[in-house]
């Protein structure tokens, strides 16, 4: 049973850094490939970054590369987003995802994903 929870989200200034984390309580963490997703008020879902579950791959959304970095510890069943000059476009709920994975991949869609966190609130304001 996979059970995701996130946190770290909160209030932060333009320019500021914020590192999110997602716990799996379940037994499977290292089948899993992984993903940050977010959405806006009024916007769809979408995808931030991915990780294989070996953590050796890793793939971006093209409005936060060179700024977020994702990366997971199999040993304590965790993953992170570590999130550097925000923008208030990256203000949003915050989402971690998870999805059993036969091989060594990332996945960037979010219908791929069966098992989901309930999200933490990352706003960014002055």
């Known amino acids: 049973q996979v059970q995701l929870v996130e946190s770290g989200g909160g209030l932060v200034q333009p320019g500021g850094s914020l590192t999110l984390s997602c716990a799996d309580s379940?037994?499977?963490?290292?089948?899993?490939?992984m993903g940050w997703f977010r959405q806006a008020p009024g916007k769809e879902r979408e995808f931030v970054a991915a990780?294989?579950?070996?953590?050796?791959?890793?793939n971006y959304a093209d409005s936060v590369k060179g700024r977020f970095t994702i990366s997971r510890d199999n040993a304590k069943n965790t993953m992170y987003l570590q999130m550097m000059s925000l923008k208030p476009e990256d203000a949003a709920v915050y989402y971690c995802?998870?999805?059993?994975?036969?091989?060594?991949?990332?996945?960037?869609?979010?219908?791929?994903?069966?098992?989901w966190g309930q999200g933490t609130q990352v706003t960014v304001s002055s």
């Open positions: 379940g037994r499977t963490f290292s089948l899993n490939a």
């Open positions: 995802a998870a999805v059993l994975s036969l091989t060594n991949t990332v996945v960037t869609k979010s219908a791929e994903y069966n098992y």
């Open positions: 990780v294989s579950r070996s953590g050796a791959l890793t």
